[in-house]
C-alpha cells in the first residue's frame, strides 16, 4: 500500500489560485440576495443552496487536502443492499442494515485507523458532527475506524436516495456531493426507478467518478439486468462506470454476505487505494467535474440575482408612478377650480356677497371696492368659515387621492408573486391610506394657511395702514388667495366668467386693488408652489410604505456580476489547472 505517498503535492490542483478563487465563488454565491418570490426563484434559491453546500462540503476541503483518503459514497434506493455491502465489504457489522428503519439515521463513514485525522470536523461536510457511536440524529456523521479498509480509501454508508424522509434524501444528495466516487447500489427490483438515475444523471453531469453495483439480483436473472442496467448507463452518459454485480446471497447473522460474493468489487477497491495514480485521478475527475459544474450553475444563479434586482426596481416604479400621479391630480384639482365648488364658493360669496358685485366688475372698479369694503366689514366670523371650508375641502381632496393611490398601487403588486409575498410581509393594511393621514393633512393643510396669511402679511407690510388692506385684514386677504390659487389654472377670466370663476376673479381684484397686480401674480404663484410642497411630503410618506419593503430588502446590484466575475475566475484557476503547457508536476 503506498496511501500516503505525496501524490497531491504534485498536484496542480494543490495551488492557492484555485483555492483561493473557490473561497470567493463561496462567498459571492452567498452574498447573492434571492428573496423576492419571483418565477423560478426557489430553484435557484436551491441551486444556490447546493453550490455553496459542495464547496463547503466537498471541493474546498479536497483541494486544501488533495492527499486525504478517497471517499467511495454508497448511495442507492431503499433495500438495495447498500448497508449489508458495506458491512460486508469491511468484514463486520458497521451499519445498520435492515428494512425496519429508524426515521432517520446518521451516516457511518468507515476507514482505516491511521486515516482518521482527515476526516476530522474542518474537513468534508463539516456541518456534520463527528460521533464514534451509532446515533439517530442525522446531523451527525459517525466515523468507524476498521483495519480491514484499506489506507487510503473510506466508505460511507449514505442514507437511501429515495428515503420516504425528506431529511434522508437530502443528506443522501448531500453526501453523494462530498463523494470522490459513488458507489451505487442497485438492484433488480430497483434498477430501472427514477429516483436513482435522477441522481445518476446528475454524477454523469458533473464527471463523477461512478460504479454501479448490482445487487440482490437471482443468478438467473442476473445476465438480462446486467446487459439492460449496462445500456441504460450508456445511453445517460455513464458507459466509462465499471458495473459490479454481487450475486443474491445467504446473509449470515452478522448481516454478511459470503465473503466471495464482494471479492471482484472489494479487490477493486483496494487496488484503487493501492495505487495512488489512479487514486488521484479519481480524485481529480469528480472534484473538476464538481467545480465545472458549480462555475456553470453559477451563471443562471446570477442571473437570477439580475432578475431580483429588476423585480424590485418594477415594483418600487409602479409604486413611484402611482403616488407621482396622485401628487399631480392633487395639484391639478387644486388649480383648476375644483375646489371653489360646494362649501368653500358658498363661504367665499358669504364673505364677499356675489350678484351686483359681479356685474360690472371690469369697468368700475373703484367703486366695487368700496362696496366690498362695505360688504366685508363687521363679518370676521365669515372669513373664518371660509378658511374652515378651504380646509375641509383640501383634506377631503387629499384623503381621497391617497386612499385611491394605496388601492392602485395595491392592486398593481397583487399582479406579481413578488409584490404580493411583499404585501404580506407589509403586515399594515398597505390599500388604505395611512391611519394617520387624516391628522397629518390636517396639519399640513393650516401650515400651509399659516403660509399664506404669512405671505399676506410680509407683502403688506408697508400697507398695514392703508384703509384696503384695514378692511380686509390678513386673514382676508389671506382667504382671497387661497381662492385665487384654487382658480390658477383654470383660466377663468373675462367672458368665461361663471359663478365659481366670478368669485375667483372678485378675489384677484380684492387682491389686486391691495397689492397691485404684479404682487397678486407672484403672490398667487408662491402660494401654489407651497401648496404643490405639503402635498408632495405628505403623499411621499404614503408612497414610501411601499418602496422601504422594496428598500429593506438591500438588493445590490453589482451581486450578480461580482457572481459572474468569481465564477470567471475559478474558470481562470481550471485553465491553468488543466493546461496542457503545464506539465504533469504542475510547474
Ligand atoms: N438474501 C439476501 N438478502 C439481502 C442481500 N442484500 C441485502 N439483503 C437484505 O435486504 C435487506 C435490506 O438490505 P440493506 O443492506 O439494509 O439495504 P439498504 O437499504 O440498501 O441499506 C436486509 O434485510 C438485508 O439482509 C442479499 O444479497 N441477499
Ligand atoms: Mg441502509
Excluded: C
Excluded at 42 to 59: F, G, I, K, P
Excluded at 330 to 358: H, K, N, P, S, Y
Excluded at 494 to 519: H, M, R, T, Y
Amino acid at each position: 500500500m503506498s496511501a500516503d505517498e505525496p501524490a497531491a503535492a504534485s498536484t496542480p490542483y494543490g495551488d492557492t489560485q484555485m483555492l483561493t478563487s473557490l473561497v470567493r465563488l463561496r462567498q459571492a454565491l452567498r452574498e447573492v440576495a434571492l428573496p423576492l418570490e419571483v418565477p423560478e426563484v426557489e430553484a435557484s434559491r436551491t441551486a444556490r443552496q447546493e453550490m455553496v453546500d459542495q464547496l463547503e462540503d466537498y471541493a474546498i476541503p479536497r483541494v486544501m487536502t488533495l492527499d486525504a483518503p478517497l471517499l467511495a459514497v454508497v448511495g442507492g434506493s431503499t433495500g438495495a443492499g447498500k448497508s449489508t455491502l458495506v458491512n460486508s465489504l469491511v468484514g463486520h457489522r458497521v451499519t445498520q442494515p435492515g428494512l425496519l428503519r429508524p426515521t432517520t439515521r446518521s451516516p457511518v463513514l468507515v476507514h482505516h485507523p491511521d486515516d482518521g485525522h482527515w476526516f476530522g470536523q474542518d474537513r468534508l461536510l463539516p456541518d456534520l458532527v463527528r460521533v464514534s457511536h451509532a446515533t439517530d440524529d442525522p446531523g451527525a456523521l459517525q466515523l468507524v475506524p476498521a483495519e480491514s479498509v484499506p489506507q487510503g480509501l473510506a466508505i460511507l454508508d449514505a442514507p437511501d436516495v429515495d428515503s420516504v424522509e425528506e431529511r434522508n434524501r437530502t443528506l443522501a444528495a448531500q453526501l453523494l456531493a462530498a463523494a470522490d466516487l459513488w458507489l451505487f447500489v442497485t438492484s433488480a427490483a430497483r434498477y430501472a426507478d427514477q429516483v436513482p438515475w435522477d441522481f445518476l444523471r446528475q454524477a454523469a453531469d458533473r464527471s463523477a467518478a461512478v460504479a454501479i453495483v448490482l445487487d440482490r439480483t437471482a443468478d438467473d436473472a442476473v445476465h438480462t439486468v446486467a446487459s439492460h442496467l449496462a445500456r441504460m448507463l450508456a445511453s445517460r452518459g455513464l458507459k466509462d462506470s465499471p458495473l459490479f454485480v454481487v450475486h443474491e446471497g445467504h446473509v449470515s447473522d452478522d448481516g454478511l454476505l459470503p465473503a466471495d460474493h464482494v471479492a471482484e468489487i472489494r479487490g477493486w477497491l483496494e487496488s484503487l487505494a493501492a495505487d495512488a495514480v489512479a487514486r488521484q485521478a479519481v480524485v481529480t475527475q469528480t472534484l473538476d467535474g464538481a467545480i465545472r459544474t458549480i462555475t456553470r450553475r453559477t451563471y443562471p444563479v446570477a442571473d437570477a440575482a439580475d432578475e431580483q434586482v429588476a423585480a424590485a426596481e418594477r415594483l418600487a416604479t409602479e409604486a413611484t408612478r402611482v403616488y407621482d400621479e396622485a401628487v399631480s391630480a392633487i395639484i391639478d384639482a387644486t388649480a383648476d377650480g375644483t375646489l371653489l365648488r360646494g362649501e368653500v364658493l358658498a363661504r367665499w360669496q358669504e364673505f364677499v356677497g356675489t350678484g351686483e358685485l359681479l356685474r360690472g366688475l371690469e369697468s368700475r372698479v373703484g367703486r366695487i371696492r368700496d362696496r366690498l369694503v362695505g360688504a366685508v366689514k363687521g363679518k370676521p366670523q365669515q372669513v373664518e368659515r371660509v378658511s374652515v371650508a378651504v380646509e375641509s375641502g383640501l383634506e377631503m381632496l387629499i384623503l381621497e387621492h391617497a386612499e385611491a393611490a394605496a388601492e392602485r398601487a395595491r392592486t398593481a403588486w397583487q399582479e406579481t408573486g413578488a409584490g404580493r409575498a411583499l404585501l404580506a410581509a407589509g403586515g399594515d393594511d398597505l390599500g388604505r391610506a395611512s391611519r394617520d393621514l387624516r391628522r397629518r393633512a390636517e396639519r399640513s393643510v393650516r401650515d400651509w394657511q399659516r403660509d399664506v396669511l404669512e405671505m399676506v402679511r410680509v407683502q403688506g407690510a408697508d400697507k398695514r395702514s392703508t384703509a384696503r388692506f384695514l378692511a380686509f385684514g390678513v386673514n382676508g386677504l389671506g382667504v382671497a388667495l387661497m381662492v385665487v390659487v384654487f382658480s390658477y389654472s383654470a383660466g377663468l377670466t373675462g367672458a368665461e366668467v361663471g359663478i365659481a370663476g366670478g368669485s375667483a376673479v372678485l378675489g384677484q381684484k380684492l387682491l389686486e386693488a391691495v397689492f397691485g397686480d404684479q404682487a397678486v401674480r407672484s403672490l398667487a404663484e408662491r402660494a401654489r408652489s407651497a401648496l404643490s410642497a405639503r402635498v408632495t411630503v405628505l403623499l411621499e410618506e404614503e408612497r414610501v410604505r411601499y418602496t422601504r419593503l422594496v428598500d429593506d430588502l438591500a438588493l445590490d446590484p453589482g451581486a450578480a456580476e461580482g457572481l459572474r466575475q468569481a465564477s470567471r475566475l475559478v474558470e481562470n484557476a481550471r485553465y491553468a489547472v488543466n493546461s496542457p503547457t503545464r506539465d504533469v508536476a504542475g510547474h
